[in-house]
């Protein structure tokens, strides 16, 4: 009886080290993820950041040799992202919100639905 007792609390120990260790690895691979997709992020951000940045001067400029003013051309530029960001305010819950809750958590549940054992 005794002996059995030894055996069940064996593997019972055992099973919380495997479980503890696929916990261990379950977070591991989540936190790769995500530091994975802030880099990924970061990087295209600061890019498209660039891009936009040389565009808007470009039109700018553009629109001020069309107008004869380079006053007139930026501020035509600037009053452009002025209504951009009226638009992103308004949609901003359908438009990142949702879409951000979602992507975390396909980050952190990618398995969702599926049975995993």
């Not at 638009?87 to 995993?116: H, N, S, T, Y």
């Amino acid at each position: 009886m005794i002996e059995d007792i030894n055996n069940i609390r064996k593997d019972l120990l055992e099973y919380l080290e495997i479980k503890l260790d696929l916990i261990r690895l379950h977070s591991a691979e989540n936190i790769s993820r995500m530091l994975n997709s802030a880099i990924n992020v970061t990087i295209v951000g600061y890019l498209l950041f660039f891009i936009l940045l040389f565009l808007s001067f470009a039109a700018g400029f553009f629109l001020g040799s069309v107008m004869n003013s380079d006053e007139l051309g930026f501020l035509c530029v600037a009053v452009f992202y002025i209504v951009i960001l009226v638009i992103f305010l308004v949609l901003r819950k359908k438009l990142v919100e949702r879409p951000v809750i979602k992507a975390i958590m396909k980050l952190f549940f990618p398995k969702f639905g599926e049975d995993e054992k």
